[in-house]
């Protein structure tokens, strides 16, 4: 009776059954040459000088080289771009010779005028390609007063102070901006971003937004060549599709593996491979010491009693992370305090410090929570806990959330008459970076407004003195002060992880939070 | 016709113009300073007063926002600070695959929505009809998001019949299979929503139809019922369906952000949320700007179509 | 009994001057163009003609409900379209209308006792008591009983919610009535109830009718005078017998030999 | 004044119909379906609103030891989240806020739009103008998008992202209340109000918005279910709700990352939010279908292609077996139509015959409500079903009974040899449809001819029916043609295939008087031309008698005086015949006396045993109101249903 409708419906039918049969039989494979990475966020950056996020310099560190790096697992420096170098007795000028022969990607030479042009760019206001940033991270190059070129491969680099850690600084990650291609600045002005140029074992070819980002292997590079033709990343942003792409076979390897995914990829080693590194990370809560109730030690004690960071790291981190004990991590193994113990989780010597202090029926406080942010974990989940463990003893927080970009704006300017306490990372090279630059009294992004002159003189020393032996003594000095003083309640260290199909090689994670992929292959 | 739809074309003018104020509105809607917001990180005070003077926000509203629409109309829709490139050229890089998983869902919806509604029309109360009645209530009721990811769950990691997400296989993919492959479960759960909300309006519009005179008339013509019901009631049911169809182009240009974040679809919805959260102002702007003005013309497509089906609009 | 109570002069009523986006849309149409007519105290006015004619937009200025577009219309010597404006109170005191369709002329959600309660009160300003006792007389006068008030006009027959609809103009104590098209979508059985009604209702309140039909033998049967009106002006006027045994217009006669008539054939 | 003074009788009180009529209730509770959707909100309403006192783990009391505990793990129904939550706790206060959401945010949408739509069309013009492209512009905005920016603006929050959702839904009901304003508007009540004195305020408040509010129910009871699953999208991209408040999306964007390892903590969530959609789906379908009108009356059902026919053995058992009339082309004996709605059985049509002979015009004249319509319809099965149905009766044409023959027989029969024209020629006619085409349709139908000559003979027909330049208009569309000149087409179309029979039912109701003379005239000369008998419908006696050679005056669903024309109008023998000609006015008369019929036609549900027109008649006695009343034989070919006329020929 009505058999257009009926005829119409047919041939839907055959149609889709068609294409789902096709679908089904289409299985595109990954061929043995290309690693594809499953990628936690979209590239935002192709210059190094702008990047922020360790996921840009997972990428950025596969293209671009400093003059010196780190040795393999280790936070220990090599050469890199630089084949040797000299510090002056009063450790203000730094002489790298750089090695021969190293040509760009796109041709041209790498020499001491390249190294100049790169590090003028970001610390000269006046310079011509000054104007390609913002360079957020200019003041890890703060220390540096000037670059002399005086011959093609000597690079002589003064600085304004002593400043112990500059060679870290250099090996790490913003270290590549040292690598950076004049020509390319030049070619692609404020453009650069987007296509970028350095020494680096893999170029860079496609970036397709949302969908691929695209390495080759540099064919000219100066070391030993890449084992793989190209790197793909594909950002993945949903942790559950970068799960369920790793499972599926859509990516070779993914790195943060969501902690309660961590079981399901250890438990079958035929398939997966299982990676982990412990990092110089720190996850902690910060406080406002200018005001109550936080401007009271003891109260600043009672909250890293209060804490079950055991729970936290095993439950919650699924052991992706360890119980932290100070404001050093253990990865810094030189400068570590291995005596120093985490806080015990004690919530009843908690209640009695806070009852000392005045606050026998508790106190409520205003906690900044973040949605996400480099280094950050699981930190909505983490600030509940927080949150739950802190209610236990009586101090009642209020959590606000904010977006990444916002809470920064909101901490950084300190936390007078907004918040108690906020949730933050971080990750550095050195021991010295982060606490000068939050525990210092004169710092200007010591937000927690903590200040300690013997905290002060400790860091000052720190910074200048060129012996490791002797400051790695100054900071287990530090590190025992600011263990009791606590401006901050110490929660976890972060290992960071990552998981890849069995057939991948070669691969190690490396505690500088970076990816190097060139000596990985496929089987 | 001609007329009507040169007149369309030109109210299209202030609607298109009321667009650009109400999405440069979205600024001025920021609490605190916009150059603060927009740069975040970045936020040097040389940053900030250079922003300021770059969006003209240190002068007043309306020059601000002639300023705004000038470069908006040479395709200057600003930089994001995020992406480092043109807001522009990431819009256009997303706005592709955004138009192909819409138009997809969109014609799947159209297609099965108006198939099934006559299904459920022509056999009212019967089991065909319940069945339909019954699916189109959980479809209407079902959040996509959910449904997406359930049809992940089993047809892409369980089944591995599809893939978990993206456009295109990396390798030896972009072909129209690969593309149809990679399209199926998010175009479907996309139109899923739609197509039940289109389920329903066809089926009351033919129901309606069928019972207007001229259907008696073209019964008392002995007409066969094939031709009183497509030919007759259909067209009719027909031209209010069209402009459903152009409200569900709205419905799925939108519901694309639930479904590309949950697919990892390269499209402007993805760019759009991930933007937000980086508070990447300017980016939304471009994003939605350019959204809304495909969506626009889609509109102004649907009415042509309904002017073509229906002489009588054409005259009105 | 002769004095003019209302009369227009030169009425014109201009449709289609609609502002649209991109100026004029369409062709300004002339709905009432140039109608002069009057009509005495107690006596009843029949206007007839055919659909599009303006007989509807000429009964809805009477009333003050639409303003001409030129001309003049005066009831008791005063202007309507003035008074529509300044001072509805006393216009509606003065002239009410009985509309064509009796269910869509009374508000489905109120009862019939809020819909006559309403000129009772805000044109008369009586108390509740007056009220009630108002209605109930209203009720009878209409032939309804006392007990419809508190019904709704659902409830009803279309006959009976007409005669809800002249008992809500007739609470206005007006002297004029317009009756538009009153008993045109109404059944035989019932036009001639409701006809009859209007005429008892007439010769005891002493009212003064202005009616409207396309029915030439309702028009003929309670008319005084009667006007033909024809696209938008009257082509016709004058006393009914005059206008039924001798028109004098084309368009009049036209109409006349339109009527089928019951015995004609069978005569 | 020459109308004769009669003293006006009170009418007769109508049966009470108050008692049938059920509150809103009532009739929300009746559809089953909605009792359901009821129920299944109620439940969780009632769960909402007792979770303060119901003995419920703190939602938001973290306890990462136990966290991603399974369902019925001890403690927690539905076992914790991935911070140890409980979930049943936080899964009831979630949807609590949900629901909070959606209805406050419904709430708002509702009152902004309503009062820009409601504005906009009471004041028209300007403000009309401004406010509507002001929408127009939100509309332009791809439903949420918009919400996305606001978002992106304002920052996260359940507040900012309820506020979006408000803007966002504002055009459809500013929409939607202007749509239903305009049409109060225009009604005359409004008009009435103005001439009662009452200001545009009161107008707006007393008589415009109670008329609208069934439509602002119906949109928010629509976009409600929507508010929610967007209010949940939003929080499930992070963008709404904030931690630790539970709500119903962002509980399933938190789980969504564990669906493979704990998928209860995704699962629960989407199950109740589609509870809840499912729920408010359901109660505002009903909603709908007790306040929109054009639902009202049991829903929108699809007429069937033919007219349900009862069995033979029951539609024939009570005829009689009268010998038939050999000549006749047409016969209709003892048909019986009924409708049912609801629970009401409406006697439409109780127990006509009549027969046609070949080339005779016979006449069904009766007031509204009287049967005629549904008569004429019966004839081919184009009564509309449900909810009309033959239940007894026969309909021979040639000699053979075609109420129930098969549907492509009747169809061979439909438009060929037996022809409708309808009465009104605006909604009659497919409005998309060139004339033309519609004409040449029936002829490509019946006669098989190709495209091309049918419609060359469509033009020919039109051209036959005095359309002036035929080949043009037959491209016209039928509103671009006069209502006198789309009546024509009717005709053409009934004639096109020189049908034996032209039921015409009330062809010329709608035109007006002169359009109305020339059309029957018209319809005259093709039906002398052409041969065919005429079956002619109206409510008008004046046209029948022009017409026809015989007429059936129909009351209550049955033939009450039959006979040649002249006969019937000239000495009238049923009372009902005899009243209803006094009361029709007569051109040229004035001075005779109109006599009203008191009283109202009975209901077609509600028929009074007897004679139908006893309650209203002077002359009726007792034996009026009981038992059935044969139509008797009072004079040659002339028939009445009445004791007195019967007994008078006795």
């Known amino acids: 009776m009505y058999k257009p409708l009926w005829r119409a419906c047919r041939a839907a039918a055959i149609a889709l059954s068609v294409v789902a049969a096709f679908g089904i039989a289409v299985k595109a494979q990954t061929p043995k040459d290309v690693l594809v990475v499953g990628h936690v966020a979209e590239l935002q950056t192709l210059d190094p000088a702008q990047a922020v996020t360790i996921s840009d310099f997972r990428i950025l560190s596969n293209i671009y080289e400093g003059l010196v790096r780190y040795k393999d697992a280790s936070l220990d420096v090599e050469p890199g771009l630089a084949t040797s170098w000299t510090v002056s007795p009063d450790g203000k000028t730094y002489t790298f010779k750089l090695r021969e022969g190293v040509k760009f990607q796109d041709g041209s030479p790498f020499n001491s005028a390249s190294v100049k042009f790169d590090i003028d760019r970001v610390i000269d206001k006046n310079h011509p390609y000054n104007h390609t940033g913002p360079f957020p991270f200019v003041f890890l190059l703060g220390p540096i007063a000037s670059v002399d070129a005086p011959d093609p491969s ?15 600084m250099l090996a790490s990650a913003i270290g590549g901006l040292t690598g950076v291609s004049p020509d390319a600045v030049k070619k692609y002005d404020k453009e650069f971003a987007r296509h970028g140029g350095g020494t680096g074992p893999f170029t860079f070819t496609i970036w397709e937004a949302g969908q691929r980002f695209v390495l080759e292997r540099n064919e000219n590079y100066w070391g030993p060549k890449p084992k793989l033709k190209a790197l793909v990343f594909r950002p993945i942003i949903d942790e559950n599709a970068r799960v ?16 309660d995914n961590v079981a399901t990829f250890k438990a079958d080693p035929g398939k997966f491979t299982y990676y982990e590194q412990p990092g110089p990370h720190l996850w902690y809560l910060l406080l406002n010491t200018e005001e109550k109730p936080f401007d009271d030690k003891r109260v600043r004690q009672a909250a890293n009693y209060a804490i079950n960071k055991e729970a936290m790291a095993d439950q919650i981190l699924k052991g992706t992370a360890t119980p932290a004990a100070g404001p050093t991590p253990p990865a810094f193994t030189w400068a570590h305090d291995p005596n120093l113990k985490p806080y015990p989780y004690d919530p009843a010597k908690a209640k009695q410090l806070l009852a000392e202090a005045g606050y026998p029926n508790g106190v409520d406080v205003t906690f900044y929570v973040t949605e996400s942010g480099s280094g950050m974990l699981s930190p909505q989940l983490m600030g509940t806990a927080i949150q739950a463990d802190l209610a236990a003893v009586g101090i009642r927080a209020k959590i606000e959330t904010y977006e990444w970009n916002t809470f920064l704006g909101k901490i950084l300017p300190g936390m007078k008459g907004k918040a108690n306490m906020a949730e933050l990372s971080f990750m550095s090279q050195d021991p010295d970076m982060h606490p000068s630059l939050t525990l210092r009294t004169d710092s200007a992004i010591n937000s927690g407004r903590y200040k300690n002159k013997e905290v002060d003189k400790l860091l000052t020393e720190g910074r200048t003195e060129s012996d490791t032996v002797k400051r790695a003594e100054i900071y287990k000095k530090f590190q025992d002060i600011v263990y009791d003083d606590a401006p901050w309640v110490f929660i976890v260290n972060w290992k960071q992880n990552a998981v890849s199909g069995a057939n991948v090689k070669g691969f190690r994670l490396h505690p500088s939070f970076t990816t190097r992929l060139w000596e990985v292959w496929k089987e | 016709m001609r007329n009507y739809i040169l007149r369309r074309l030109l109210l299209m003018v202030p609607v298109l113009f009321g667009i650009t104020v109400i999405v440069f509105l979205v600024i001025w809607l920021i609490p605190g300073d916009p150059a603060k917001a927009i740069l975040g990180t970045f936020a040097t005070p040389e940053n900030v007063a250079k922003l300021n003077h770059d969006l003209g926000l240190d002068r007043p509203l309306p020059v601000q926002y002639l300023i705004w629409l000038g470069n908006v109309l040479r395709g200057d829709f600003g930089r994001s600070y995020i992406l480092h490139r043109p807001v522009i ?66 047809f892409a990691v369980r089944l591995a019949w599809f893939p978990v997400g993206g456009m295109q296989a990396l390798f030896g993919g972009g072909d129209l299979v690969d593309v149809i492959h990679h399209l199926a479960l998010p175009a479907i759960t996309l139109a899923a929503v739609a197509g039940a909300v289109l389920v329903r309006l066809t089926r009351g519009n033919m129901l309606e139809a069928l019972r207007q005179d001229y259907v008696r008339t073209a019964r008392a013509k002995g007409l066969s019922e094939g031709r009183v019901i497509y030919v007759h009631a259909f067209r009719n049911a027909l031209v209010n369906i069209v402009p459903i169809i152009g409200l569900e182009a709205g419905f799925v240009l939108g519901g694309a952000v639930y479904i590309e974040t949950v697919f990892q679809w390269p499209g402007i919805g993805r760019m759009l949320v991930s933007a937000i959260s980086t508070r990447d102002i300017l980016l939304v702007q471009g994003g939605v700007l350019i959204v809304a003005t495909c969506y626009v013309f889609i509109n102004l497509l649907t009415d042509i179509v309904q002017c073509i089906l229906d002489p009588r609009i054409g005259q009105a | 009994m002769s004095s003019t109570l209302l009369s227009t002069s030169e009425v014109v009523r201009v449709y289609g001057r609609r502002l649209s986006l991109l100026g004029q849309g369409g062709k300004p149409v002339r709905a009432v163009d140039g109608v002069s007519i009057g009509v005495a105290r107690g006596r009843t006015l029949g206007i007839v003609g055919e659909s599009g004619s303006g007989k509807t937009t000429l009964a809805r200025m009477m009333v003050g409900l639409l303003p001409p577009t030129a001309g003049s219309i005066e009831i008791d010597g005063r202007s309507v379209p003035e008074l529509a404006l300044s001072d509805r109170k006393t216009l509606h005191r003065m002239v009410q209308m009985v509309f064509q369709d009796p269910v869509s002329s009374l508000n489905p959600r109120k009862t019939v006792r809020s819909i006559l309660e309403a000129p009772l009160k805000a044109l008369l300003g009586m108390g509740p008591e007056q009220r009630n006792q108002r209605i109930a007389e209203l009720l009878s006068l209409v032939s309804l009983r006392a007990e419809f008030a508190d019904r709704y006009p659902h409830e009803f027959s279309g006959g009976q919610a007409q005669r809800i609809g002249i008992a809500r103009a007739l609470a206005a104590e007006p ?27 007439q010769r005891r309140l002493n009212l003064t009718y202005v009616f409207i039909s396309h029915d030439l033998a309702v028009v003929e049967t309670i008319s005084d005078e009667v006007a033909v009106m024809h696209l938008g002006k009257v082509v016709e006027r004058g006393l009914r017998a005059q206008i039924f045994a001798k028109p004098q217009h084309d368009y009049t006669r036209l109409l006349l030999s339109s009527i089928p008539a019951v015995r004609r054939r069978a005569q | 004044m020459n109308v004769a003074i009669e003293k006006a009788t009170p009418a007769p009180e109508p049966a009470d119909t108050r008692a049938g009529r059920p509150s809103a209730w009532k009739l929300l509770t009746r559809n089953g379906v909605t009792s359901v959707g009821l129920a299944l909100l109620a439940i969780i309403v009632v769960i909402v609103l007792l979770a303060p006192v119901l003995p419920l783990a703190n939602p938001d009391a973290a306890d990462a030891v136990h966290r991603l505990q399974p369902p019925f793990s001890s403690g927690h129904i539905f076992g914790t989240d991935q911070v140890g939550r409980d979930i049943l706790s936080r899964l009831i206060w979630g949807t609590g806020v949900s629901l909070a959401v959606g209805v406050v945010a419904a709430a708002a949408a509702a009152a902004i739009g309503s009062a820009i739509g409601l504005c906009a069309a009471f004041y028209g013009r300007y403000v009309d103008m401004v406010l509507m492209r002001g929408v127009d512009m939100l509309m332009a905005f791809p439903y949420l998008l918009l919400a996305l920016a606001i978002v992106a603006a304002l920052g996260p929050g359940l507040l900012n992202a309820m506020f979006a959702i408000i803007v966002v839904n504002i055009p459809f009901f500013a929409r939607a209340v202007r749509g239903a304003t305009l049409s109060v508007v225009r009604a005359d009540f409004i008009a009435a109000a103005r001439l009662s004195g009452l200001s545009d305020l009161r107008i707006i408040a007393s008589e415009l918005f109670p008329n609208i509010l069934p439509t602002i129910v119906i949109t928010a009871s629509t976009t409600v279910g929507w508010m929610i699953l967007e209010t949940a999208g939003l929080s499930f991209l992070g963008l709404g709700a904030q931690p630790p408040q539970a709500d119903l999306g962002g509980m399933l964007g938190d789980g969504r990352n564990l669906i493979e390892v704990a998928p209860h903590v995704a699962t629960i969530p989407g199950i109740v939010i589609l509870l809840v959609a499912i729920g408010i789906n359901l109660v505002g379908d009903g909603l709908r279908d007790v306040l929109d009108p054009k639902l009202k009356s049991g829903g929108l059902a699809r007429a069937h292609a033919k007219t349900a026919v009862a069995p033979p053995d029951q539609r024939l058992g009570r005829l009689s077996s009268a010998p038939l009339d050999p000549h006749s082309l047409l016969s209709v004996r003892g048909l019986e139509t009924h409708f049912t709605i609801g629970r009401e059985i409406h006697r439409a049509v109780g127990g006509v015959s009549f027969a046609v002979k070949p080339g005779e015009a016979i006449g069904l004249v009766g007031e509204s409500g009287s049967g ?27 000699g053979d009974d075609i109420a129930d023959t098969s549907l492509a027989h009747l169809q061979e029969i439909r438009g060929n040899r037996i022809a409708y024209v309808f009465q ?19 002829i490509r139908r019946h006669r098989g001819l190709k495209r091309a000559e049918a419609w060359r003979e469509a033009v020919r027909l039109l051209e036959a029916v005095h359309i002036p330049d035929a080949a043009a208009r037959a491209r016209s569309y039928p509103h671009e043609l006069s209502g006198g000149q789309r009546q024509r087409v009717g005709i053409a179309m009934a004639v096109a295939n020189g049908p034996e029979l032209i039921v015409a039912d009330e062809p010329t109701t709608a035109l007006d008087v002169t359009t109305q003379a020339q059309v029957l005239k018209l319809l005259n000369e093709l039906r002398h031309e052409r041969g065919a008998a005429l079956v002619f419908i109206s409510h008008d006696v004046g046209v029948i008698a022009e017409l026809c050679d015989v007429v059936h005056v129909m009351y209550g669903g049955r033939i009450v005086e039959s006979g040649p024309v002249g006969v019937v109008f000239n000495s009238p023998q049923h009372p009902y015949t005899q009243r209803l000609l006094a009361c029709v006015p007569e051109l040229g008369r004035p001075e005779r006396l109109i006599q009203p019929i008191p009283g109202i036609p009975p209901a077609a549900n509600a028929l009074p045993p007897g004679c139908a027109f006893a309650p209203r008649c002077q002359l009726a006695e007792a034996r009026c109101r009981s038992g059935a009343i044969e139509l008797s034989r009072i004079g040659p070919d002339h028939w009445a249903r009445c004791v007195r006329a019967a007994a008078g020929n006795a």
């Not at chain 2, 890089?93 to 297609?111: K, N, Q």
């Not at chain 2, 509604?117 to 009212?124: D, L, P, S, V």
């Open chain 1, 154 to 168: 000597t690079v002589i680099i003064h600085l304004k102070n002593p400043y112990a850690p500059m060679l870290t």
């Open chain 1, 244 to 259: 369920s792409e790793m499972q599926t076979g859509g990516t070779d390897l993914t790195i943060e593996v969501p902690p």
């Open chain 2, 89 to 154: 050229d990431e819009v256009l890089d997303r706005l592709f695959p955004t138009l192909l998983l819409a138009g997809t869902a969109l014609i799947l919806s159209s297609a099965f929505g108006v198939l099934l509604g006559i299904i459920a029309a022509i056999r009212q109360n019967g089991w065909q009809d319940k069945l339909i009645t019954i699916a189109v209530l959980i479809g209407i009721s079902t959040p996509s998001f959910w449904l997406g990811i359930l049809l992940i769950f089993w």
């Open chain 3, 175 to 201: 002297e004029l009535i317009v009756l538009d098209e009153p008993v045109s979508s109404l059944d035989v059985s019932v036009q001639a109830q409701v006809l009859l009604l209007l005429s008892d209702l």
């Open chain 4, 372 to 398: 005629k319509t549904v008569t004429a319809l019966s004839i081919l099965g184009l009564v509309a079903t449900p909810p009309g149905k033959i239940v007894g009766g026969a309909i021979l044409y040639r």
């Open chain 4, 424 to 442: 009104d020629p605006l909604t009659t006619l497919n409005p998309l449809i060139t004339v033309g085409e519609q004409v040449a349709e029936t």
